[in-house]
């Protein structure tokens, strides 16, 4: 039995209702073709590249898989800083970073 609403993924030019989850700096190209090429939407996060950089990650997806190709960016205001609230959650986190011996 397929998927009963097409929609998406005839707009999408897609077999599966997939699309990879783009993650800035843990996502790239790799992921990105294997979930086209597995039938899904193959993502690249965009928003901490610069425009080389998105042009050069597009066209390495394009020397390795022909399937649609989905770049995310932000869009949404950034929330403005507050010192005492990331101090709050830094605090409250404190133990594992210092379990694991990484610095905040």
Known sequence: ??????????????ELPII?????NFAGVDLAVA????GGLGSIACAA??????RAQ??????????PLHLNFFC???APPDPERD?????RIARYFAELKVDP
Do not use: C, N, T
């Open 1 to 14: 039995m397929g998927w009963p609403d097409r929609r998406l993924l005839d707009r999408f030019g897609i």
């Open 20 to 24: 990879a989850a783009p993650m800035a």
């Open 35 to 38: 979930v086209a090429e597995a």
């Open 49 to 54: 590249l610069d425009p080389d950089q998105i």
């Open 58 to 67: 597009a066209a390495a997806f394009r020397s390795r898989s022909k399937r």
């Open 76 to 78: 949404h205001k950034p």
């Open 87 to 91: 101090g709050a959650w830094l605090e």
